[in-house]
Every structure is written in C-alpha cells, then in structure tokens.
C-alpha cells in the first residue's frame, strides 16, 4: 500500500531507527556544510584551507579545482586558460565522471539544501501541482548558456547563475543573493516540485551528461522485497529514474539505476524500510530473469 | 489494433514536437532577455577599476570565472566581486580606488592567481599595468590650482615625476608666485588610484577613471605640424618666404617662432592703468 508522501520515510524509521533512516542524508549535509566550511574557514577565522569558490579553487595552495562547466562557457567566450585552470577542471571532470556526475548536485551544491527543504515543505504541506515544463528543458537551457557566449562574448549565465552566486554568497558577501535563493525556494515550494534542479538548472544537466559512465551508481538490489510504498518515489528529486531499475525485474532490465540524473544522493536507500536500494557500480546489474540493462530497456521503451 | 497503435504514435509524436517547440521556445525568449540584461549589467559605473593585467572590458567578462581568487591573493584586500544588485557585474573583480587603491605589489600576486588569463599572465612588471587613468578632473577645487602648494597626488605616485609631473605655471592672481599644476602623462599611469585615495580634499580633485572614459581621441586623419616636422628632420611644408607685415614701429613678427614681438612698449595712454594714480593726479591738480 502506498504512503501519504507526509508519511515518507516514518516506516523506515520504524524499521532502522532514526539514524538508520537517515545515514545519507547526514553524510550529505556533513559533505555540503564540509564544504562550505573548508572555504569560509579562510575569510572568518583565517584558516585558508581553500582559497576561491567553486568557479575555481586552491586548496592548500597546491591542489587547483575549477568547475569544467564555468570553464568551458568562458572557453567558448574565446580565451584559453591557465594551466592550473585546465588542469584544475580535468580533475573535476574525472572525479565526476567515475562516481556520477551529479553526485556534485547532491553532496556539493548549496542550493541542493534549498531545494530539499522545499521538497520536505511541500511533502508536508501535501502541497501538489506543479508546472508543465519538461524535465528536459534544462539541456536546452544548457545549450543556450554555451551559445550566448559565442554571440556575447561574456560569460552571460554566471551574471544569474544562483549556484555560483549563492555560493559566492556565501563565501564573499551576500549583496541580494538570498532574493534569489528565496526565490528557487518559493518557486519549489509553491509552483513546481523539483522544478529548479529538475527542470531547469544547467549545472545540474552539465554534470548529468558528465555521468553517463559513472561507475558509482545507485542499485535496487533487493527489488524483490519492494513492498509498493512508493516512499522512494516521493523523496527522489528525480523520480522518473527508480522505475526502470525496481520495476523493470519482469522485462529483464538490472537492478542498477542507470539514468544519469540520479544524484547518488542516497535517500531512496534511507527511506526504504526493506533496504531494497544499495550503493554499488554500474557492472553489477545483472538481472535475475535477465537479458537486458536498463540502457537497452530505456532505448525500447522511449 | 494496428491503426489505433498508428494514430497514438502520431499523437505522440505530435505531443513531442509540441513539447519541443514550446520548449525551445521559452527557452530562446530567455536567451534574449538574458542577452538584453548582459548588455544592461555589462556596463561597469566609472568608479570600478578592474585589477592590474585585466582585459579591455568585453574580453575581461568572456574571460572571468568569477573566482575570487585574485581577490583572496591580494595582500591588501582591496579587491571586491560585483554582488547581485550592485552595478558590477555579479562576481567580477574591481577595486575603489578612493577607498583602497591597488599598492602596485612587485610580483603582482593577483595576476597570478587567475586560473584564466582574465588578468593576463604576461603582465610581469606592474609599472606597465593599465587599470585606468588618472585624471585631474575638477580644477576648480584642487587647491594647487588656487596657488597653494599641495603635490600630495605627486608625492605619492609610485611614479612620481613620469606619470604625474607638476607643471610650473605663472600664477596671475598674485602676479608674482607660481602655480604648481599637477598633469597625469598617459604613457605612464597605471591607474592605480593611489593619488586618489591620497587627495586631501573631501572628494577627490584627481580620480582615477578607466581608460577608455577617461581618455580622448583624435580625428585619425588629424595630425599635429610641429610632431611630423619632428620626424621628418624638417618642415614639411614650404616655409613662407620673408613676410612684409605692416606694424607699427616696434613692433616685429616672427612667423615660425614667437608670433607677434613688441620690442619697446607703446607709449604710455594719458590714463595709468592703476586708478590710484588717477586719483592722486587729481589731488595733485588741487594744489
Ligand atoms: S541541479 Fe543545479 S542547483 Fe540543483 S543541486 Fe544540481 S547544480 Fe545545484
Ligand atoms: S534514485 Fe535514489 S539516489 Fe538517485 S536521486 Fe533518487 S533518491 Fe537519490
Ligand atoms: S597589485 Fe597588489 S595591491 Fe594591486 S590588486 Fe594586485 S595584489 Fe592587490
Ligand atoms: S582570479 Fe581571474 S577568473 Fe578569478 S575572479 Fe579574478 S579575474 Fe576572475
Ligand atoms: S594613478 Fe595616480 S598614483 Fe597611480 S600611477 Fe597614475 S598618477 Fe601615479
């Protein structure tokens, strides 16, 4: 029987305990604050762990970090990097290519705090509707924030990008970021659920094309103890992804959640009292009936 | 079976196009909102001078990550990101030269800590930076213009006497001390804003604008006599032949020198030009 999306996550609790129920989402928010605090630590307490933001950084001044996203529109606006910015950006970009690309959307990105709380809001409120966008207009947003540099030649998305000003934000000064980060909020909360990251942050699209191999990858291994409670449904920030890989066991598709908007956020294996989801890699998806991965599944189904 | 399979693939193929098209759709009128508020937000007011090496302006935003790490390297803080809702746009660097000019460090460590060239790497020597240019903008209050001695700007430019040089000038107010007239040389100014901070007045006489507010520009085909005569080692034009002027007696004119020259001065008009000894005639004429 399905739960009230209110009553998310109360069985598993029942079933784990408190912590039980809530192991990745600790971590998560020990990551996300982590982070921000290893930048902040600097400018407050002059502890420079890290010096810049997540445009670009320099931890302990040896280790250079920079975002390949940033890079690549100020790229395609026509200058070429530094060595320490290229190489700062391969970094990342093997980083996330092997543990999945949006593993920095759940574990890195200040506005993913934002965006959760209004996600638990809305679930508690039992707010629904949401607006008709596709899931996939954030690709096309994408693509226009690396065309308009071309015609521009500035780098036109980071002037409203509130993943780089909120950070900058924080870590800077704050000027009228937090209008923007209410705004995300509000726009979650009341108009669509999901809808920033899922709908229209590029940043996120960016980083999902950066997994289509990752090899860390969310599996529901235990699908056959799926008892139909739909928690894992309504606590994914990307719902669409769980089908295939929990229910897909009939038409031979793995158990391994394969679609690269999937976070590796955890929170699907949190909520489930039955311990149907684990963490593993990509390989290990063979199906018990089957024959087909969840790759091929999506080409037949789409 | 197979035609109803048929027209609800057409309808969604159709649902899919659109979808697409309303997609691409919005997300192109955002494009050209956000094309129409880039050009708006690109325009940097006048008091925000960009860090040494900086690319000229359109460049500099291409080029800029928005990082802060030019900021965090500089050892006297006087770098700042643009925040949402200021006039800079949001994230790039730039410093306030009234209230923290750029000290000019040696190894110039901003510079060095950008990860994308937006403050360009093969700018070695700060002396040959161009974060803006210093213009003694309102003559009306800089005191060295009422006679009074100041050359606090001159004093503490870093390249005191090649970037700024004070121009000795007669001063008629007194008829008898000079003005010493501070003047920005172009060729020399780094912009970095330390003449301003310094100005003792309550705002700044000197202020350091960026380059391309602050700077004039000639009509290309214009050229100036006396710089091509400089070049070509001579006149470049026939020099007039010897010119019967008529003047008065004692008078002289030297066409490529001087000008007119008054060689005694006329004779005196029955009036002094001082009404005092008018006056004192007048007493004199009493007696
Ligand atoms: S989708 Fe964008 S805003 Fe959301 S968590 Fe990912 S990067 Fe951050
Ligand atoms: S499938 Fe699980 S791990 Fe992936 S985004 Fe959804 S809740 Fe997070
Ligand atoms: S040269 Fe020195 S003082 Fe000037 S902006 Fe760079 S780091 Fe700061
Ligand atoms: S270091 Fe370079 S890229 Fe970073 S904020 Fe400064 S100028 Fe921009
Ligand atoms: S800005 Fe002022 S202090 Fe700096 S080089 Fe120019 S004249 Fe000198």
Redesign the interface.
């Known amino acids: 029987m399905a739960n009230m999306p209110q009553d998310v996550g109360k069985e598993a609790v029942r079933a784990k305990g408190w912590i039980g129920a809530h192991k990745w989402l600790i971590l998560r928010r020990i990551s996300q604050i982590g982070i921000l605090a290893a930048f902040v630590a600097?400018p407050w307490f002059g502890l420079w762990i890290v010096?810049?933001?997540l445009?670009?950084?320099?931890t302990l001044d040896t280790l250079?970090l920079?975002?390949p996203y940033?890079?690549l529109?100020?790229m395609v606006?026509?200058?070429?990097?530094?060595t320490?910015?290229i190489l700062?950006a391969v970094i990342v970009l093997v980083f996330y290519a092997l543990v999945g690309g949006r593993v920095y959307c759940s574990w890195v990105c200040p506005v993913n705090m934002v965006t959760d709380a209004a996600a638990w809001l809305r679930r508690k409120l039992g707010i629904r509707g949401s607006s008709h966008?596709?899931r996939?207009?954030r690709y096309?947003?994408l693509?226009?924030t690396l065309?308009?540099?071309l015609?521009?030649?500035?780098?036109?998305?980071?002037?409203?990008n509130p993943v780089?000003?909120m950070f900058?934000?924080i870590?800077?000064?704050?000027?009228?970021?937090w209008?923007?980060v209410l705004a995300i909020f509000l726009f979650d909360l009341l108009v669509s659920r999901d809808g920033w990251c899922g709908h229209y942050c590029p940043v996120g699209a960016f980083y999902s094309l950066l997994s289509t191999r990752a090899i860390v990858r969310v599996s529901a291994v235990n699908r056959e103890a799926c008892d139909d409670c739909m928690d894992c449904f309504s606590v994914c920030p990307e719902p669409q992804v769980i089908k295939p890989a929990l229910k897909g066991a009939a038409k031979g598709v793995g158990p391994v959640i394969q679609a690269n908007q999937c976070t590796n956020c955890g929170r699907c294996i949190d909520v489930c009292a039955v311990d149907v989801f684990q963490f593993g890699n990509r390989y290990s998806n063979a199906s018990k009936t089957g024959i087909k991965s969840g790759e091929e599944y999506s080409k037949h189904t789409v | 079976m197979a035609e109803s399979d048929n027209s609800r693939k057409s309808i969604n193929r159709r649902q899919f196009l659109t979808t697409t098209l309303k997609t691409a759709c919005s997300v192109g009128i955002m494009g050209v909102g956000l094309g129409f508020y880039t050009q708006r937000a690109n325009a940097l007011p006048p008091m925000a001078i960009r860090p040494p090496g900086a690319l000229p302006e359109e460049d500099f935003l291409g080029a800029c990550i928005r990082c802060g790490l030019c900021a965090r390297d500089c050892p006297y803080d006087i770098l700042f990101l643009g925040q949402l809702g200021d006039d800079i746009p949001s994230g790039s660097p730039y410093f306030i030269a009234r209230t923290g000019p750029c000290e000019m460090c040696e190894d110039i460590p901003c510079v060095k800590a950008c990860p994308t060239n937006a403050l360009d790497h093969s700018l070695t020597d700060i002396e040959k930076s161009r974060m803006g240019l210093a213009v003694v903008i309102d003559q009306e209050n800089c005191i060295a213009f009422q006679g009074l001695r100041c050359e606090v700007c001159f004093n503490v430019c870093p390249l005191r006497d090649k970037a700024i040089t004070l121009d000795l000038q007669h001063n008629r107010r007194s008829g008898k001390h000079a003005l010493f007239i501070p003047v920005v040389h172009s060729d020399a100014c780094t912009g970095c804003g330390l003449c301003e901070k310094a100005c003792i007045l309550e705002k700044a006489a000197i202020k350091v604008f960026p380059t391309n507010l602050a700077k004039g520009e000639l009509g290309h085909h214009y050229r100036f006599g006396w710089k091509e005569k400089e070049k070509a080692g001579k006149a470049l034009v026939t020099p007039d032949v010897k010119h019967q002027y008529n003047l008065p007696e004692g008078v002289r004119y030297d066409l490529q020198g001087e000008g007119l020259i008054i060689d005694k001065k006329p004779s005196d008009s029955p009036f002094s030009s001082n009404p005092l000894d008018t006056l004192n005639r007048k007493a004199e004429d009493k007696d």
């Not at chain 1, 606006?77 to 530094?82: A, D, I, L, W």
């Not at chain 1, 870590?171 to 970021?177: D, I, K, N, Q």
């Open positions: 600097g010096k810049g933001n445009a670009s950084s320099l250079p920079t975002d940033i890079l529109q100020a606006s026509g200058v070429t990097p530094e320490a910015g700062g966008a596709s996939s207009t096309w947003v693509a226009l065309i308009l540099p015609i521009t030649g500035g780098i036109v998305w980071e002037l409203v780089s000003i900058r934000g870590v800077f000064s704050m000027g009228l970021a209008v923007l």
